[in-house]
């Protein structure tokens, strides 16, 4: 799954068509396929160079944004959460998919866009990437191994207000039993942003809202939605 039929190298949205389909009868093999896919799917990777210049192990396998790159963390994070929504959390690219997250982890917490160090200098961590990485190893990964990238997204988090930032930054805490109690103040302050700065786009809406309706992360949410069942094909 493609952003567009003209550019199909730009393959990163397929974990998304994974999520909407994985509940709709009509779509299973289309699902089916874009698994098949997404497990075929891999960045550019190569034995790691001199570690003076690039701080990450480059030869570990995630996924890019486009064909023909190198991986990054929120694309690899993504697959794996749809790796997990269809029960392939152990499939061999999810366990790698897992180390590379790990792997690009900053020293201090967090994660930025995938690189860890440059020339010697440890990089700035994003809360967005940060916490897209944290739900994406919730369940797999043990708590000591990204307690110090928790501790960042907590400290972060009263300070967040864009309904991305602040959405994924609820879903990745709440997959770790760490959902704050005043969520529904947090979104509320995010919304009234809106008198200023005009509408939010309608998908950063439906992340919002979905970070407040989740228990406990991004799957919590998947299960509590109602199962379709296939339209009848009986004629009248």
């Given amino acids: ?19 909407a389909w994985e509940s ?28 003076s210049i690039i701080g990450h192990d480059t030869a570990i396998l995630g996924w890019p944004w486009i064909a023909d790159t190198h991986s990054w963390v929120v694309p690899t994070a993504l697959a794996l959460l749809a790796l997990q929504e269809v029960g392939l959390s152990t499939h ?15 020293s201090n917490g967090g994660w930025n866009f995938g690189s860890t160090t440059v020339f010697r200098r440890e990089l700035h961590p994003l809360p967005e990437c940060s916490a897209i990485a944290l739900q994406a190893l919730a369940g797999t990964t043990p708590i000591r191994e990204v307690k110090r990238s928790l501790d960042y997204l907590l400290h972060e988090l009263p300070h967040l207000r864009t309904p991305i930032s602040l959405g994924w930054a609820l879903l990745g805490l709440g997959a770790w039993g760490l959902k704050p109690a005043n ?19 309608l998908p950063s809406l439906a992340l919002l ?28």
């Fill in 183 to 201: 969520t529904e103040e947090l979104a509320k302050a995010s919304l009234q942003l809106q008198e200023r700065y005009g509408p939010y786009p």
């Fill in 1 to 19: 799954m493609s952003i567009s039929v003209s550019h199909p190298e730009a393959s990163w949205p397929t974990p998304l068509a994974i999520f």
């Fill in 92 to 106: 061999p690219r999810a366990i790698a998919g897992q180390q590379m997250l790990i792997n690009r982890q900053l």
């Fill in 24 to 51: 709709i009868p009509q779509y299973q093999e289309a699902k089916s396929l874009a698994v098949d896919y997404l497990i075929g799917f891999t960045g550019r990777h190569f034995p790691t160079p001199d570690p």
């Fill in 209 to 236: 809202l979905c970070a407040v309706k989740a228990s406990h992360g991004l799957h919590s949410l998947f299960r509590s939605l109602p199962q379709e069942t296939p339209a009848s094909t009986t004629r009248n």
